[in-house]
């Protein structure tokens, strides 16, 4: 399943990427894939903005707005209600 | 607080149950039909599952039940250690979203705990979906211990061991499958039934104001009845959205239930005289909050979808929204003028 189009905020500086993998191992819709020696975005389309791959980047090559993608959290103060 | 248990007192450690019992499954039925939505943590601290020794894997978990539950039923028979973080009670990814399962608390229960004591590896194993809130370079940094995200599903994780601790394609991969969405109707449809409910004083106010008879039984009736449509859209955003997600045309939530909800009004169309909405404005009035009603839910669903990116839902919210409180007050305009004309 995929979501609307052109939205994502992901943004990636193939020069910085040092090819350790780590996002594309932490990423839940694979939206990377190994190219090489270098990695690549396969589906910029699936991602889901959660930051797994911002967070575990060790050389700052990846940066995204990352937030919940819930109504109910963007309607409200941020907060889910799930908890 | 669980830490201080094992490090400074000698009764030893934690120690969980292996077998799923009926407790547990009492639990999942509260969790699954929205009677409990707190309460469900345990507390965070280092377990036993089975005889860890020393050269057992470290399982890091949240402190919700289901989530521990998760892990103990896919480590089978395995003897592990289990790191309970304190994620308030809270699932292993909305706590990584919301940071309570983040680099912070697991540094912290790692000292807290005496890891470096209890097991003579550095390797820590993690659910894949923690990764939004763990940066696994700074828990290496801080505490010499290597994280290694493991598969989504916890029901993969004798096969990630078996595969040298490598997650194939497929268990790195978040799914959203028949029964991964059916399962969150209950909660969905119990949390929105306060908006039924609200339609339904708004009927018995009317129907109370409207009937010159005032039989409590017949307002009650005609209420009862004036509500069933508007029910009815509740349910395509709540259980047919879930249900039938991929096969439903549009990408957009919202416009996946207004779709749904068009139908719908469609069918009922011939059948609104007999719930009681006779003239033509009455008519105009339900079918508005039928759609809206499903189309809303439907965008509500976004927070329990495992795909739904945060600037995707914030477009959603700043083209649909406004227009869809403006129709629902529409209706309620159009729906109480006639009424109060016909007066």
Known sequence: ???????????????????????????????????????????????????????NCPVGALSVNNGVGCAYAILGDGSCGCD | MGCCEVCSCNTGFLNLEKKINLKDRFYWFLARTGLKRTGLSIKPGLYRLGNPDKNS????????????????????????????????????????????????????????????????????????????GVNSNEVFIKTGFKVFFGPVRAEDINQYITNHYNADEKMRTVNFKFFDRIKLIP???????????????????????????????????????????????????????????????????????????????????????????????????????????????????????TYTSFSGVKKEIDIFYKPSIFFIVLGFIFYFSIILLNK
């Not at chain 1, 040092?18 to 589906?43: A, G, L, T, W, Y």
């Not at chain 2, 540094?107 to 894949?128: A, G, Y």
């Not at chain 2, 059948?271 to 839910?297: A, C, H, M, P, Q």
Request: contains cysteine; positive net charge.
């Open chain 1, 1 to 55: 399943m995929k979501y609307i189009k052109n939205v994502t905020t992901l943004n990636f500086n193939k020069d910085k990427c040092i090819n350790c993998r780590k996002c594309f191992d932490v990423c839940p819709h694979r939206v990377f894939m190994v190219n090489q020696d270098k990695i690549e975005i396969s589906d910029k389309d699936k991602c889901m903005e959660c930051g797994a791959c911002v967070n």
């Open chain 2, 187 to 305: 909660v969905e449809l119990k949390l929105s039934l306060k908006y039924i409910f609200f339609f339904f004083i708004l009927f018995l106010a009317k129907n109370y104001f409207l009937l010159d008879e005032k039989s409590i039984k017949l307002i009650i009736n005609n209420s009862l009845k004036n509500v069933i449509p508007v029910l009815g859209g509740l349910v395509c955003g709540t259980v047919l959205i879930p249900m039938f997600l991929p096969y439903i045309p549009f990408k957009a939530f919202f416009i996946k239930g207004f779709y749904v909800g068009v139908i719908y009004t469609v069918i009922i169309f011939n059948y609104l005289d007999y719930f009681g909405y006779g003239s033509i404005l009455e008519k105009f009035s339900v079918v508005i909050w039928t759609i809206v009603i499903s189309s809303l839910s439907s965008l509500n669903f976004t927070g329990c979808s």
């Open chain 2, 57 to 132: 894997d470290v399982f890091v978990t949240a402190n919700y039940r289901l989530s521990v539950d998760a892990l103990k039923i896919g480590l089978k028979e395995l003897d592990a250690w289990i790191l309970v973080l304190d994620t308030k009670g809270l699932n292993v990814w909305c706590a990584a979203g919301k940071g309570t399962f983040g680099t912070q608390e697991l540094i912290s229960q790692i000292k807290q705990c005496k890891l470096t004591e209890i097991v003579n590896h550095k390797r820590l194993i993690l659910p894949q979906l923690s990764a939004p």
